[in-house]
């Protein structure tokens, strides 16, 4: 799977998200690092609604802003996630094309705990999560 990585401050855990993508076998593009939260999520939204990637994780000190502006961009359905339950119901009931985190709170472990939630969930079938799904 090809991932976009985008983030507004390097820290050990976006580090460590990264290095364990690439050690999942995924290819990871990463557009962003370093640079102001909404350039970030919007680049990691734009990259994601070209096609140019499969899904896409965005991060900044509270993952709020890389999350807003990412939606931002049509097509794109980020979703701003605390751990591993909610990116498997981001991914399963809303599509969720783009997985935000805040690095303030968020640990190696739970990163990579998302990771594997949001990676692996298929998005449900059912006819009324469907209809219900937004954008």
């Given amino acids: 799977m090809r991932i976009v990585f985008g983030t507004d401050e390097r820290t050990p855990v976006t580090d460590e998200v990264v290095g ?18 909404a350039d970030v999520g919007r680049a990691v939204g734009e990259t994601v609604a070209r096609g140019e990637a499969d899904r896409g994780v965005v991060c900044c000190w509270t993952g709020t802003g ?17 751990d ?18 805040g690095l303030r709170l968020t640990s190696p ?25 937004v954008g």
């Fill in 20 to 37: 364990d993508l690439r050690s999942r076998g995924h290819e990871v593009v990463v557009v962003a690092d370093g640079e102001r939260w």
């Fill in 109 to 133: 472990q739970v990163a990579r705990e998302m990771l594997d939630a949001f990676l692996v969930t298929e998005t449900d079938d059912d006819e009324r999560e469907q209809i219900a799904r």
């Fill in 66 to 82: 890389v999350s807003m502006a990412a939606n931002k961009v049509p097509g794109v359905r980020a979703a701003l996630c605390t």
């Fill in 84 to 101: 591993a339950e909610t990116a498997r119901g981001a991914r399963r009931w809303n599509d969720a094309n783009v997985l935000a985190f």
